[in-house]
């Protein structure tokens, strides 16, 4: 059919919808609604997703990260005195670089359970003892100042770096660079703060909250201040710990060789530990898994969008046939006129496909603004892909033609004798 | 039975028979009915309820095809056309007038005028130049953005005429033109006819009323789906 021709069945499709405004109104909602949250929830699906891999990704998508864990507590372990000594030790680390193919640099990190203060100003951060190395490991990013140098390790330096949230709370006025501050008993010199860890699209709103109160110290320093027994305090219990290594990071040479490592890790740890003291954090497989999970969230959410829009277009469809049974003399006037079969299918197609396609772009419209609002009241990151509209919009067209044929096709068929005299 | 008019022969119909089954019951509604109109007559078809003359129309209208016979719009054999040619043949050669006026309530007069060729494959590029001229013609040249709904049912019976003249048709059907009217519009209506009529125009139009008849050129009188008589009438100058 000719381009003038089709475009001016589009307006006399158009122009009898219009005959019925409120009907036509109340049939293009079933879509919709279908169309909107289709949009609607891919982008609150694909937010939730992206959210969970960039928390993973911090961790490193190339590392293997071995932890301590404190081993579920026997029932006659509630002394206070009571000394738990567990976790990795530093035998682990040295087998795990020592013996270990396709592993490049390995990282032992200790965490010190102190307090950490600047005044009147004090808080509980994660403070961390660790090689310079583990700054290249991490990907963590020097703000101003500079990182933990070999200098301080061998010097056995009372130096310290703050992430970036420490940073801002313990000096909200002045410059910390060069500011001593108190790690339990000891003074340090701040010598550097870091960048804020944040998404990987800085643009996306939400971005920026991935910040972490992190002090870090010289491996060594931490070694010699705070030795491996501890006492960490506990909603109002004291409790001895002895640990020697709480974190071994394992940065992988290659992406591939991730798994292998993992296993590695996990047969090397089994067969030195007689308890489960440790776990083996593998960013790669969680990425993997939350991709995984992504998929399944996406097949649940297709099916039900599915369903509204089958709904949707079965609603059309009744509209539609009520339609054509409505309009059996316009069928038989045009037929006598000199309408083909093929003329009045197009007809009733277009006016079919006009109003599931109306009812799809209103669909896009509130599916791009339902994430708005989630994302201002739910505080739920969301992403709309560009190709989720667009697919939203022609799944909409599809059901106005899948739904449009039959009543056309009824209305083609029409005997124009019998539709002539229909009143 | 048919006069010896000189004029080209518009539309013939050979020993055509029109069969309904109404379960084992057999209804003829045209009887091994032949008859030929040529260019130019204007006919009257009269008969009483159920005499073929529904069904005549049906057929000459290439509505309906008869269940025997032949039916020939100017020499094309119409019994083996499938559904889209016979849909060709409405859309160029024929052209309808009802008793309900039969306008497109969307459309505005203008493009109802148009839909016949709207429908055709090859429509001439002046349409809408030929469809104002014919509702100027028609006395609607100033009404052509108006809705039916907007119109007296004489209007949209002009408008009609109108639509029906549109695609130049080599026979105008007319079924029951004025039986939805009042007296007067009846005879305006019927002016419009004889004016058709005397521009050369083959009109065939069914009637129950025998005032309406009088007005043609000659009458088909059916009965029981055959010809009961054919008569000329006298003209009336007035």
């Not at chain 1, 009744?318 to 054509?324: D, G, P, Y």
């Not at chain 1, 599809?398 to 009143?423: C, K, Q, S, T």
């Not at chain 2, 003829?28 to 009269?46: H, I, N, P, Q, T």
Request: glycine residues 8%.
């Amino acid at each position: 059919m000719k381009r003038a021709s089709l475009w001016r069945t589009v307006r006399l499709g158009v122009s009898s919808l219009l005959l019925h405004k409120l009907r036509s109104a109340l049939t293009t909602l079933g879509v919709l609604f279908g169309t909107s949250s289709v949009i609607a929830m891919l982008a609150i699906g694909e937010g939730a997703s992206e959210k969970a891999q960039a928390e993973i990704r911090l961790l490193g998508s190339q590392n293997v990260i071995l932890r301590s864990v404190k081993p579920r507590e026997d029932f006659a372990s509630n002394q206070q005195t009571r000394v738990n000594s567990y976790g990795l030790t530093d035998s682990d680390y040295e087998r795990v670089s020592a013996t270990f193919p396709g592993v490049g640099r390995v990282v032992p990190v200790r965490e010190i359970y102190e307090e950490v203060r600047r005044g009147s100003r004090a808080m509980n951060p994660r403070v961390l003892a660790c090689p310079p190395v583990y700054r290249d490991v991490t990907g963590r990013q020097v703000l101003e100042g500079r990182w933990i140098t070999d200098q301080d390790e061998r010097g056995i330096a009372n130096v310290c770096v703050l992430s970036d949230e420490v940073a801002r709370y313990l000096f909200p006025v002045e410059a910390p660079l060069g500011q001593t501050v108190k790690v339990g008993a000891d003074y340090y010199t701040v010598v550097g703060t870091l960048m804020p860890r944040t998404r990987q699209r800085s643009d996306a709103p939400g971005a920026g909250e991935q910040t972490q109160a992190e002090v870090f110290i010289p491996l060594e320093t931490g070694r010699k201040w705070y030795g491996n027994l501890q006492v960490k305090m506990r909603s109002g219990s004291r409790e001895m710990e002895e640990v020697e290594l709480h974190e071994v990071v394992i940065e992988v040479d290659q992406p591939d060789s991730v798994p292998t490592v993992a296993a590695a890790a996990r047969e090397m740890l089994s067969r030195y530990h007689t308890q489960k003291d440790y776990e083996v954090v593998v960013p790669l497989e969680q990425l993997l898994l939350a991709e995984k999970t992504k998929r399944i969230f996406n097949l649940v959410l297709g099916s039900i969008a599915s369903i509204s829009l089958l709904v949707g277009g079965i609603g059309i469809m009744n509209v539609m046939l009520a339609t054509v049974t409505e309009r059996t003399r316009e069928i038989g006037i045009r037929r006598a006129l000199g309408a083909k079969r093929r003329h009045i299918v197009t007809q009733f197609l277009v006016e079919t496909v006009v109003l599931s396609v109306g009812g799809g772009l209103l669909g896009v419209a509130l599916g791009l603004i339902v994430p708005l609002i989630v994302e201002h009241f739910a505080d739920m990151p969301t992403v709309i892909t560009p190709s989720a509209p667009i697919l939203a919009f022609l799944i909409s067209a599809g059901v106005g033609v899948v739904f449009g044929i039959y009543p056309a096709w009824r209305a083609a068929n029409m005997d124009p004798v019998e539709a002539l005299r229909h009143e | 039975m048919a006069d010896t008019h000189s004029g080209e022969i518009v539309a013939e119909l050979e020993h055509v028979s029109r069969v309904y089954r109404m379960g084992s019951a057999e209804v003829r509604a045209l009887d091994d009915f032949s008859f030929v109109f040529k260019r130019g007559e204007y006919w009257a078809v009269m008969g009483s309820s159920g005499s073929g003359k529904s069904t005549l129309l049906n057929i000459l209208g290439c509505l309906d095809r008869p269940s025997e016979g032949q039916y020939r719009v100017r020499g094309t054999p119409t019994s083996q056309l499938d559904d889209d040619a016979l849909s060709d043949v409405r859309s160029r050669e024929l052209g309808f007038v009802f008793q309900s006026y039969n306008l497109i309530p969307q459309l505005d007069v203008l493009e109802n005028i148009l839909v016949p060729l709207f429908y055709q494959d090859d429509p001439p590029a002046d349409g809408e130049q030929r469809a104002r001229r014919l509702a100027d013609r028609v006395g609607l040249g100033k009404r052509l953005e108006h809705r039916p709904t907007e119109l007296s049912g004489g209007q949209q019976q002009r408008v009609a005429i109108a639509r029906a003249l549109v695609n130049d048709p080599a026979l105008i059907l007319a079924d029951e033109a004025t039986g939805n009217l009042d007296s007067q519009t009846a005879l305006e209506i019927l002016a419009l006819f004889d004016e058709l009529h005397a521009e050369g125009k083959t009109i065939v139009l069914v009637t129950h009323e025998p005032d309406v008849a009088a007005r043609a050129e000659r009458v088909l009188r059916l009965k029981d789906g055959k010809i009961e008589s054919v008569y000329e009438n006298r003209k009336v100058q007035a």
